[in-house]
């Protein structure tokens, strides 16, 4: 994973609320980021259009990159995403909240910063957020988070760990492969289990059980 680890739900939640307290603004990215299991440039290059509070859901389209220029420096690029298909992907209620407050702060800074073509997590300018700085960012909150609430209370991770979280924690309680498939857009599930297979080491003994139960009926 590259992190110590992959925090569990309470650790999450703590860092979460940390982070609520400490920075709304970056809090509401990385909620978003767990909760959905996006990759980092799908987020950042999500616009308002393609959210739906009342549904509570939002559309995966594109993706936005650091292109770098030999001798002209850097630019942002949007682009398709890592697949090339677009996916729909559910929300949580808490989310579907923190978005709407998000988007009432946003609009009390600047109208355009909600309009249908405004892109979520933007710059108080509404440019896209740089991808680098972004999880340079979200490093640096995570050391101050372990100094404030305890190091033995969150590990160290990095921003695309919050991806791996919310996958982990989605098979740990049983979701189908599919369907976590599906909300991470992978090509296909055989990546997702491929990815995942060190979630449940006990999976096999289990289905073995499983099995001899229904031989004995």
């Not at 799908?42 to 939002?58: I, K, M, S």
């Not at 355009?112 to 680098?132: F, K, Q």
């Not at 101050?144 to 919050?162: C, F, M, N, S, T």
Request: hydrophobic residues 45%; glycine residues 8%; contains cysteine.
């Amino acid at each position: 994973m590259g992190g110590e680890a992959c925090p569990r739900t309470p650790e999450l939640a703590r860092f979460l609320r940390w982070a609520d307290a400490e920075d709304p603004d970056l809090a509401m990215g990385w909620r978003l980021l767990a909760a959905t299991g996006m990759r980092r440039g799908e987020a950042l290059a999500l616009r308002w259009r393609d959210v739906d509070l009342d549904a509570g859901r939002l559309a995966v389209r594109r993706s936005v990159g650091v292109v770098k220029d030999k001798g002209a420096g850097q630019r942002l690029v949007e682009g398709p995403t890592k697949t090339g298909q677009a996916r729909v992907v559910d929300i949580d209620d808490d989310t579907v909240a923190a978005l709407r407050a998000y988007r009432a702060a946003r609009a009390s800074l600047a109208p355009l910063l909600v309009r249908d073509a405004a892109l979520v997590l933007a710059t108080l300018d509404g440019r896209h957020r740089h991808p680098e700085r972004y999880s340079r960012r979200f490093v640096e909150q995570v050391v101050q988070a372990r100094k404030a609430v305890g190091e033995d209370q969150l590990p160290r991770i990095r921003l695309h760990d919050l991806r791996h979280t919310h996958a982990t924690l989605l098979l740990a309680a049983g979701e189908p492969v599919k369907v976590v498939s599906e909300r991470l857009g992978h090509a296909n599930a055989t990546i997702t289990l491929t990815v995942y297979q060190h979630v449940h080491p006990g999976m096999g003994r289990e289905a073995a059980d499983r099995f001899a139960a229904l031989l004995e009926g």
